[in-house]
């Protein structure tokens, strides 16, 4: 008869048979394979806020509420890119679907803090033009902006065009001319005048808007898209426009998009260097393949052997052109505008 209680289990011995391990739910192997989302929907990022991003489904019209999928981490998502989207994406009011995967990006339009610093953020993404609009008075123009943003066009394969406004107040005749080697196209528009060759520019395209704060960016972009309500600000007695437009939004406009992006007075280019700027340019990309090592691209007296001034015709113009771009590029007191 077997004895009970305590007596009996202290005499039995015991082995492994007894003994029962639980995985712990920390350590259990996890699963390598992801969902392959093959039925999610993809659309562009039109607005970013908090945690939240609005996105515009191929086909629909109107946006809808995101959050960036777990699985994504902190992969940044920004506007202008094109994701794919699973979940409730019927729009309705409460509902919130998932971006589950980021589309590879045609181009990026990138800045920095300033000229040390080493973290780069994206202005925006996906845009195959950059409109850099510029007052001719009022504030009066800064080629150093207009010099940087061409910078960051060209080597994000971005195509920059000129916008200057406020043309009823001056001429803005002499300040395009100074870009005139580089070949970008310009518009020009006045306070009043009718916005026809601004419309013809941005039909059909994802162009990027940007501009020092009081340039009257945000006032034409209100005029192209009247129901956009982009805040707007006057110039201040110092010459420099109190910043307005605090979040990047794209707006729908003549069959493209209008990437609205808020008002810069920094603008930084650590991440760029004078080879990567004259490889943009092919005539002199080729002719730098003869340059010593080592070459800043300058000229005498820096680099009294650099093989961009064997260039002749369009191609010297141009040297010259892009040799202005790359003072404003080493001057370090010039990003702050």
């Known amino acids: 008869m077997r004895p009970s209680g305590r007596k009996w289990l202290a005499r039995r011995q015991w082995d492994e048979s007894d003994v029962r391990i639980r995985p712990s739910k ?15 929907l993809v659309g562009m990022v039109v607005t970013k806020d908090r945690g939240r991003w609005g996105v515009v489904l191929d086909g629909r019209s109107d946006a809808i509420v995101t959050m960036r999928a777990r699985e994504l981490g902190r992969t940044p998502i920004e506007v202008g ?8 994406t019927s729009g309705q009011p409460g509902t919130l679907a998932r971006i589950v995967r980021l589309e590879e990006r045609t181009s990026v339009l990138r800045r920095t803090a300033d000229d040390t610093d ?17 007052a001719v008075a009022d504030p009066p123009p800064r080629a150093g902006f207009v010099e940087r943003a061409l910078i960051a066009a060209f080597v994000g394969n971005i195509q920059p065009i000129l916008c200057l406004t406020k043309s ?23 306070i009043d005048d009718p916005l026809d060759d601004v419309l ?9 808007f940007i501009g020092h704060s009081g340039v009257g960016k945000s006032t034409l972009v209100n005029r192209l898209v009247p129901d956009a309500h982009r805040e707007t600000g006057t110039v201040s007695g110092v010459g420099k426009g109190r910043h307005t ?11 493209g998009w209008i990437i609205d992006t808020p008002g810069i007075r920094s603008f930084g280019l650590a991440h760029v260097d004078a080879d990567t700027v004259v ?37 010297a113009r141009r040297v010259e052109a892009v040799r202005t771009l790359l003072e404003a590029l080493r001057s370090n007191d010039a990003w702050e505008l």
């Open 26 to 40: 920390g350590t259990r192997p996890r699963t390598k394979d992801r969902p392959s989302h093959e039925d999610a």
């Open 81 to 88: 890119d094109r994701v794919a989207v699973v979940g409730d």
């Open 118 to 134: 080493p973290y780069e953020r994206i202005v925006v993404a996906n845009a195959d033009q950059l409109l850099i609009v510029s």
């Open 168 to 190: 009823d107040l001056a001429d803005p005749s002499e300040f395009a001319a100074e870009f005139e080697a580089l070949e970008v196209p310009v518009v020009v528009c006045g």
């Open 200 to 208: 013809e520019v941005v039909e059909g395209h994802i162009t990027a």
């Open 245 to 255: 437009s605090t979040q990047s939004v794209a707006l729908p406009v003549k069959n």
């Open 279 to 315: 490889g943009v340019f092919e005539d002199l990309a080729a002719a730098a393949e003869d340059c010593p090592r080592g070459c800043t691209h300058m000229g005498p007296p820096a680099d009294p052997e650099c093989a961009l001034d064997q260039l002749e015709g369009a191609s």
